[in-house]
């Protein structure tokens, strides 16, 4: 089998011609395991990386990994229970963490009535403090699954981000006081989207980062001024959709913005906002859409380039050089669970509750189990175990490692499609119409 892949630069197009091998992977790097996990030339940027929580999407990192929280094994509603609150609405974006605060967002319908909430509830209680509705402004397209309120919010030091799927975004201070409504599509027009617009913001440099896509153009990469609201940068993009959260990643020196689109990875200059490489041959209104955030460990960017695609494991490069392919795993992913890459194992957990996990240097899977149900939501990792919930309620607690280990299974009774946040010796979960805190004994 021959599996051709495309970049493009600014300076033109390299077409390369990369051979299958063993595993439906296709190597292109002879890194060993050691060499991958003690590479360590590259990290995350996140403007908050000082403060405790869980401030934005998959944390701190973006990478749904907390290490040294002392995370339970065993719950249900009777244990490790600390507290839960009913929720107003529903919806489906993952509750965010920032000092004593947690928000969620949430959608409520009365006959024809909508309102699009903002909720913020104490850490430690679970007591509200405060919740606001800027306005529902225009309706869009959902699936059946889900909602207006998908995107999950962002904390800084000194504000809260938050996003719906009818691309308005707001910013608040933590206390709860509205700084500005940004509503894209009375600016952009209408961006056709099937489903709403899923994407969470991203704050960087004074700026909230988010891609602005249609179905037929234009698209862009735009940043508005984090003060006012107002576009401060905009960049135009190839056309098409996606409604995965873009990465911030520092290496080699530099820091790239890698933004999704279909069936390509666009890379962008942090700084001065150029496009630097496309990973990808996606351009045009119906190539495809992609749900899945990257994710990037040990110099590596994990990513797929579409729903239920092959898995791409490509190396950053230095000077805004185009990444190197690193393997090409030929099995499909998942279509909306993220991806997990802890300790040099890359975990796949598949929409239909098998996980799959690949060796982070080869791209050779290494096991294949089937948990139970249908999963939505993405997995975290902590202290050697993995976290993963599905459709029913139920999270299944496996060993990080080269062979599969259930340790526990833990029930909560009500559909679980949002993310988990985690804080010190806890975890937030969200269901359709809860918020819980669970912790305790492990």
């Keep these: ?155 800084t030091q000194d504000a809260l981000y938050v996003a719906f799927g009818n691309a308005d975004i707001a910013r608040y201070s933590h206390d709860g006081k509205l700084s500005w409504v940004k509503r894209y599509i009375s600016e952009y027009g209408d961006p056709k989207m099937a489903w709403g617009y899923a994407v969470s913001p991203v704050v960087l440099d004074g700026t909230v980062i988010f891609p602005w896509d249609h179905h037929t153009g234009p698209c862009y990469l735009i940043g508005l001024d984090e003060g006012s609201g107002n576009t401060a940068w905009k960049k135009d993009r190839p056309i098409g959709t996606a409604h995965a959260t873009p990465l911030v990643v520092q290496h080699h020196g530099q820091r790239d913005i890698l933004v999704p689109g279909k069936n390509r990875l666009t890379g962008f200059d942090a700084t001065t906002h150029d496009e630097l490489w496309s990973y990808g041959e996606g351009e045009g209104p119906y190539n495809g859409e992609i749900i899945v955030s990257p994710v990037y460990g040990d110099g590596v960017i994990f990513t797929q380039l579409w729903r239920q695609s092959p898995i791409h494991a490509i190396r950053l490069m230095p000077n805004g050089q185009r990444p190197e392919v690193v393997w090409i795993n030929e099995k499909p992913g998942p279509v909306e669970p993220s991806l997990l890459y802890y300790r040099g194992l890359l975990y796949v957990l598949m929409d239909n509750g098998v996980l799959r996990c690949l060796d982070g240097a080869t791209g050779k899977e290494l096991y294949r189990e089937r948990l139970g149900g249908d999963f939505n939501s993405s997995p975290i990792a902590g202290d050697g175990r993995i976290y993963l919930s599905n459709n029913d309620g139920r999270t299944f607690v496996v060993a990080a490692g080269r062979e599969f280990k259930l340790l526990a299974t833990n029930e909560l009774g009500e559909r679980i499609t949002a993310s988990p946040a985690v804080v010190s010796r806890a975890i937030i979960y969200r269901t359709d119409s809860h918020l819980y805190r669970i912790g305790g004994s492990n």
């Design 1 to 155: 089998m021959i599996q051709d892949h495309r970049f493009e630069t600014n300076s033109g197009r390299l077409l390369g011609t990369l051979l299958a091998a063993a595993f439906s992977v296709v190597p292109t790097s002879a890194l060993c395991q050691d060499e991958l996990v003690a590479e360590n030339i590259s990290s995350i940027v996140d403007p908050v990386a000082e403060s405790a929580g869980w401030p934005h999407w998959r944390g701190q990192n973006a990478d749904g990994i907390a290490d040294g929280m002392d995370l339970p094994l065993n719950w249900s509603p009777s244990e490790n229970h600390l507290w839960s609150v009913k929720l107003p609405g529903w919806g489906t974006s993952s509750p965010v963490v920032y000092g004593n605060r947690v928000v969620v967002t949430s959608e409520t319908e009365d006959g024809d009535k909508h309102a699009l909430l903002t909720l913020c509830f104490d850490l430690e209680t679970g007591k509200e403090l405060w919740r606001h509705d800027f306005g529902f402004g225009v309706d869009q397209n959902v699936h059946e699954k889900s909602n207006l309120a998908v995107n999950t919010p962002a904390f």
